[in-house]
């Protein structure tokens, strides 16, 4: 079999060409995501009544469901639904002139939604129960409590489990290709109907993935550091403060 190279090329010029489609469909799901994982970790977390069990029973299952398999009910149900939907409210613009993006956020959303609302649980069951109790002893709030004390020691042990899902999220974002949606995977894909070279498509959309992978968990690598060395530097401030008290007393 012949690799041709300028095939490849031309499928790797296509598919960064879709790059922005990728990272804006990966950094919307994965800020949404977090942001309402949070909401729903946090509720769960402190057992808000029904709320928690409602939360609970709807993420364990969400997560059995497969993101392909949601992401095409939900494009079906879309199609079927909006000529009523539209007729109804009085929307003139025609289901060919929306974008099929949106149904593809909103199926990761959910998706990763629940992902993360996992992730952050398990970093609030990795800050020690007398932390919370610290907190409360000292006249703090439950939020001031988990703003002050908890959020700052959840943040180093969310980090890993982060970086994880971001690259879950952004090997996951080539499954909206499925709803004709245009990203780096279809992309590279485009010039192979010309030459009839998959071989070559397929290497070049695996070679900008990697290429986004690595610049994601250098992001994840160096914000780690900092947050290291910024324990490193309270924990020393905190050690000669100590022995100035010390030195006075």
Not at 79 to 84: A, E, I, L, R, V
Not at 132 to 150: D, H, M, N, P, V
Request: hydrophobic content about 50%.
């Amino acid at each position: 079999m012949e690799f041709k190279t300028e095939a490849f090329l031309e499928s790797f010029l296509s598919a960064v060409r879709y790059i922005p489609v990728t990272i804006e469909l990966s950094a919307v799901t994965f800020i949404v995501s977090l942001i309402l994982g949070a909401v729903i970790a946090t509720v769960r977390h402190y057992r808000v009544k029904v709320l928690s069990q409602l939360l609970a029973f709807f993420v364990t299952v969400y997560m059995g469901m497969p993101m392909m398999v949601a992401l095409v009910l939900y494009n079906l149900i879309f199609m079927t639904c909006y000529p009523d939907f539209a007729g109804r409210f009085g929307i003139k613009i025609p289901i060919s002139e929306i974008n099929p993006i949106f149904i593809g956020f909103f199926a990761l959303i959910l998706g990763y939604t629940c992902i993360l609302s996992e992730a952050v649980r398990g970093a609030y069951k990795g800050v020690a129960k007398i932390q919370f109790e610290a907190g409360y002893s000292i006249g703090l709030t439950k939020f001031q409590t988990l703003r002050r004390i908890i959020l700052p020691q959840m943040i180093p042990i969310l980090l890993p489990g982060i970086q994880n899902s971001m690259i879950g999220l952004l090997k996951a974002s080539n499954l909206v290709s499925a709803i004709s949606v245009i990203e780096v995977m279809n992309g590279a894909l485009l010039p192979s109907v010309r030459y009839y070279s998959y071989l070559e498509a397929y290497v070049a959309a695996a070679l900008v993935y990697w290429m986004i992978g690595i610049v994601i968990e250098l992001i994840a690598h160096f914000t780690e550091k900092r947050i290291e060395n910024y324990k490193e530097v309270n924990c020393r401030d905190r050690a000669n403060r100590g022995k100035e008290m010390l030195w006075q007393t």
